[in-house]
């Protein structure tokens, strides 16, 4: 159960700002949303594997080693081919 006190200065809307994170963050929303509907045994099996198969793709791809992004080495300076006075002119 989320209990949000309400802070001393604190305006109402703040505080209910404060409920609906935790509530996004603890997956109350989520939970209500999927037992709005019967979801079949089979579907809920077939779902819950689809959810762990991308979860574990997402780690093996953030830790492929054979896919690490190589920084490139930043370029040397270049010297200007003019002087700070500007271009040589013909005289």
Same mark, same amino acid.
């Given at each position: 159960?989320? +209990?949000? *006190? ?5 305006? &109402?809307?703040?505080? $209910?700002?404060?409920? /609906? %994170? @935790? ?7 989520? &939970? ?10 089979? !579907?809920?099996? =077939? %779902?819950?594997? %689809?959810?762990? $198969? %991308?979860?574990? @793709? ?5 830790? !492929?080693?054979? +896919?690490?992004? /190589? ?7 270049? =010297?200007?081919?003019?002087? *700070? ?7």
């Amino acid at each position: 159960m989320i +209990k949000v *006190q309400v802070r001393a200065n604190e305006s &109402l809307e703040a505080a $209910l700002r404060r409920f /609906k %994170r @935790q509530c996004n963050y603890s997956g109350i929303f989520r &939970l209500a949303k999927a037992n709005t509907w019967h979801e079949k045994r089979s !579907d809920k099996r =077939r %779902r819950e594997r %689809r959810e762990r $198969l %991308r979860i574990i @793709q997402k780690a093996t791809r953030k830790n !492929d080693p054979s +896919k690490v992004k /190589k920084r490139r080495r930043a370029r040397p300076m270049r =010297r200007p081919m003019f002087s *700070q006075s500007g271009p040589p002119s013909a005289v």
